[in-house]
Nanobody
Framework: VQLQASGGGSVQAGGSLRLSCAAS????????MGWYRQAPGKQRELVAI???????HYADSVKGRFSISRDNAKNTVTLQINSLKLEDTDVYYC?????????WGQGTLVTVSS
């Protein structure tokens, strides 16, 4: 399974971005898909995840600003990011759990400036 993420970029504080991730390859059944982020020298942290049934979970720091959605038929997951803050600057990674195997995308950089 390969994950291709897109949509990162540079934006001013208060702005919005949309990150997308598409899974391809020999997919069995992707239950969980989500987004994590990681700053240099820090651990990767959860941003938002969503199950195949549509249940979602968000990090406290992004609740009310980020929204995750997925298209099961296309095996895609989207993260709508609003009201960006400087501290949202990170590399964002897409994750998918297919059966019991975890896959990661290549990361997409989000830079928020004042």
């Amino acid at each position: 399974v390969q994950l291709q993420a897109s949509g990162g970029g540079s934006v001013q504080a208060g702005g919005s971005l949309r990150l997308s991730c598409a899974a391809s390859g020999r997919i069995f059944s992707i239950n969980e898909m989500g987004w994590y982020r990681q700053a240099p020298g820090k651990q990767r942290e959860l941003v938002a995840i969503i199950t195949r049934g549509g249940s979602s979970h968000y990090a406290d720091s992004v609740k009310g600003r980020f929204s995750i959605s997925r298209d099961n038929a296309k095996n895609t997951v989207t993260l709508q990011i609003n009201s960006l803050k400087l501290e949202d600057t990170d590399v964002y990674y897409c994750k998918a759990v297919d059966g019991f195997v975890v896959y990661w995308g290549q990361g997409t950089l989000v830079t928020v400036s004042s």
